[in-house]
């Protein structure tokens, strides 16, 4: 399907229907791909260092690169992600991984976040779903990030027609920085830890910090 351009009155209309859906008991944005809601595929670079941490420990992934879906007429889909020359004093590696290289996949869902005190304000982020991730670094210990935790990452440009989106994930010492989101129904709440356990030590909260780009084949518009 070739994209047809937006001329300025398509793109207020567009807004004014965002704006009344942002309102509704439907709270998620609507992704506009290729001119439609199509399924679609991407690819991601990570832009500044991944950098895994807990209170007391931190791992550090000097560079990565992903690939994903996006569901039809639907703001979510799944992920890969092959972070690189990954090190928490020793090398770390994952299980069946090349050294120095963790793979961690899930699924992700597009969906307003609390940037503002009120729905009708709230900015869009990408809200990451990790299965479980396994590596072992130098033999010195084995560590798994837990499924069931949630990353929440704000989108930087969400209101630009574009092929390429950037996203941030902040975060200190194991505490993510964005912890609430409005879900389906528009009510406010919180993300699921994200829990990691080094060793035979019990598990403990976690934080993943980056920022990364993804791009898809042609021009997106999130509908906010």
Do not use: W
Request: glycine fraction near 10%.
């Amino acid at each position: 399907m070739r994209f047809f351009k937006l001329s300025g009155m398509a793109l207020v209309v567009l807004c004014a229907f965002a704006a009344m859906m942002a309102t509704s008991a439907f709270a998620l944005p609507t992704v506009l791909i290729g001119g439609g809601e199509q399924a679609s595929s991407l690819t991601g670079k990570v832009t500044s260092a991944i950098k895994l941490e807990t209170p007391s420990t931190s791992l550090e992934c000097s560079s990565g690169t992903g690939e994903g879906t996006t569901e039809a007429s639907k703001p979510l889909g799944q992920f890969h992600i092959h972070a690189t020359g990954c090190k928490d004093f020793v090398s770390c590696t994952g299980m069946g991984e090349s050294a120095d290289v963790i793979l961690m996949l899930g699924s992700y869902h597009l969906l307003f976040d609390t940037l503002k005190t009120s729905l009708s304000e709230a900015g869009v982020a990408i809200l990451f779903l990790p299965s479980a991730t396994k590596f072992n670094c130098s033999g010195f210990a084995e560590v798994e990030i837990k499924a069931g935790g949630m990353i929440l990452c704000l989108i930087k440009n969400p209101t630009a027609l574009t092929k390429v989106f950037t996203a941030g994930c902040e975060g200190s010492k194991g505490k993510i920085e964005e912890s609430k989101y409005y879900n389906a129904g528009g009510t406010l709440v919180s993300i699921s830890t994200l829990l990691t356990v080094v060793g035979t030590a019990a598990a403990t909260e976690s934080d993943i910090v980056s920022t990364g780009t993804s791009e898809h084949a042609e021009d997106v518009l999130i509908m906010i």
